[in-house]
C-alpha cells in the first residue's frame, strides 16, 4: 500500500478526458490506491483570471493548439476521441453525480462513459436522460442516483471539492495531488504516480 | 537523416531552461537534427493576452506552481536550478547573441549557458559583460559577437523569429517544431522527436 493518489478533474476539460483514460490503468499497474476529485472549473477560472470561458475560448491561438494538441495525445495514448461542437459543456450534473458516486463501484466506468459522451460522441452531458441511460448501461438504476445527486448535501459536497481544489492551488485541469503535493496537467501522471510510489504513508 | 527538430525558445522562460538542457542530448540519441531559435515572448504575450509581464506574475497561483514544478523538473532531468530573484529577466540582448551565433560551434554552450547564469547563479543576462565573460569562457573573442549582435541586420534577424514564431500558432515556450508541426513545452519533447523520426523528409 502506498500514499493514495487524488484525481482532480473537470467534466468539461479536454485534458481532463485524456487524464481520466489514463489514469485508473497507470495506478492499478503501479499498485497506487486512486481516489477520483471531481470539480468545477469556472468558478476558479472566474476568481483567478476574472473570466467568464474557457481560457482557450479567450485566447485562440492557445485554443488552436490544444485541439491539435489533444488530438495527437488522444491518438497517442488510445483515448477515444471527436472534437465536440461545444466547448465548454455544462458540467455540474454530471460532476454531482460523480460526487454521489463516491466509493461506488460503477464511478470509474461512469466518469469515463461522460467524457467519452462529450469527448468522442458529441453529445450534451448535462442532460438528465442521456447520464441515466449511461447509468442504466452500467446495470445501476438511475433514479435513486440522480435524486441523491441534486440533494442539499450532494450539491454542497462538489461545492466543498472545488473550495479544497482552491485551496491545493489548482488553477487548471487535470491534477494529481499526493499528501498535498500538486501535479498539474496529464503530463504529470508519471510522475505523480512515482512521487506516491515514494511518498511515506502517515 | 531524418527532419530537423526547431526547437523555439526564450531566455528569460523558466520551461525553456529545462527544455534547453534537455534538447541537445536527448535529439543527438535520437540522431534528430537540431536548430536553436531564439525568439520573445514579450511581443506575443502583449499581443495576444494584452499583459506586459509573465503570466506567472499576472496569476500568481499559477506562478506559485510553477515554481515548485520547475524545482522538481530540475531535480528530475538532473539540470541546474535555484530560482532568480528578478523574473522574468531581459532576454533581448542575449537573444540578439544567440541569433548573432547561428550555427556557430559554441552556440548551445552558450544558450545553456545564459540559462545557467539566469536560473542556476541568479545574474543579469541583459548585462553586456557578463555575456562577453561567458563567450571568453567558450574560448571565444566576445567583442566582435557582440558588436555583430546589435547590428541592424541581426536586430531584424530576432524580430523576424519572432513574428515567425507569431505565425507558427506559438504563446508559450518552449516549442519544438518539425515541419510546421508545432510541440509546446518541455513536456512534449519526446513526442516532438518520435515526430521527427517517423517524418518524411522533404
Given at each position: 500500500m502506498t500514499a493514495p493518489l487524488e484525481f482532480w478533474f473537470e467534466f468539461g476539460s479536454t485534458y481532463s478526458h485524456v487524464g481520466a483514460f489514463r489514469i485508473e490503468a497507470e495506478c492499478r499497474a503501479a499498485g497506487v490506491p486512486l481516489v477520483w476529485r471531481p470539480f468545477l472549473l469556472g468558478p476558479i477560472f472566474t476568481a483567478?483570471?476574472?473570466?467568464?470561458?474557457?481560457p482557450f475560448n479567450v485566447n485562440p491561438v492557445r485554443g488552436r493548439y490544444m485541439w491539435r494538441d489533444v488530438e495527437r495525445l488522444c491518438a497517442k495514448h488510445g483515448v477515444p476521441w471527436r472534437r465536440p461542437t461545444?466547448?465548454?459543456?455544462?458540467?455540474v450534473l454530471a460532476s454531482r453525480v460523480a460526487c454521489a458516486g463516491?466509493?461506488?463501484?460503477?464511478l470509474g466506468d461512469f466518469i469515463r462513459g461522460v467524457f467519452r459522451a462529450n469527448f468522442?460522441?458529441?453529445?450534451?452531458?448535462?442532460?438528465p436522460s442521456m447520464l441515466a441511460k449511461l447509468l442504466k448501461g452500467f446495470g445501476v438504476d438511475p433514479e435513486p442516483v440522480l435524486a441523491q445527486a441534486v440533494t442539499v448535501e450532494n450539491k454542497a459536497r462538489l461545492r466543498a471539492n472545488t473550495e479544497q481544489a482552491e485551496a491545493l492551488?489548482?488553477?487548471?485541469?487535470?491534477n494529481c495531488v499526493i499528501q498535498g503535493e500538486l501535479f498539474f496537467g496529464q503530463d504529470r501522471i508519471t510522475d505523480a504516480i512515482a512521487w506516491a510510489l515514494a511518498a511515506p504513508l502517515a
Amino acid at each position: 500500500m502506498t500514499a493514495p493518489l487524488e484525481f482532480w478533474f473537470e467534466f468539461g476539460s479536454t485534458y481532463s478526458h485524456v487524464g481520466a483514460f489514463r489514469i485508473e490503468a497507470e495506478c492499478r499497474a503501479a499498485g497506487v490506491p486512486l481516489v477520483w476529485r471531481p470539480f468545477l472549473l469556472g468558478p476558479i477560472f472566474t476568481a483567478q483570471q476574472g473570466i467568464k470561458d474557457s481560457p482557450f475560448n479567450v485566447n485562440p491561438v492557445r485554443g488552436r493548439y490544444m485541439w491539435r494538441d489533444v488530438e495527437r495525445l488522444c491518438a497517442k495514448h488510445g483515448v477515444p476521441w471527436r472534437r465536440p461542437t461545444v466547448f465548454p459543456r455544462n458540467s455540474v450534473l454530471a460532476s454531482r453525480v460523480a460526487c454521489a458516486g463516491e466509493g461506488a463501484p460503477w464511478l470509474g466506468d461512469f466518469i469515463r462513459g461522460v467524457f467519452r459522451a462529450n469527448f468522442a460522441e458529441d453529445r450534451d452531458i448535462s442532460d438528465p436522460s442521456m447520464l441515466a441511460k449511461l447509468l442504466k448501461g452500467f446495470g445501476v438504476d438511475p433514479e435513486p442516483v440522480l435524486a441523491q445527486a441534486v440533494t442539499v448535501e450532494n450539491k454542497a459536497r462538489l461545492r466543498a471539492n472545488t473550495e479544497q481544489a482552491e485551496a491545493l492551488g489548482i488553477f487548471g485541469a487535470p491534477n494529481c495531488v499526493i499528501q498535498g503535493e500538486l501535479f498539474f496537467g496529464q503530463d504529470r501522471i508519471t510522475d505523480a504516480i512515482a512521487w506516491a510510489l515514494a511518498a511515506p504513508l502517515a
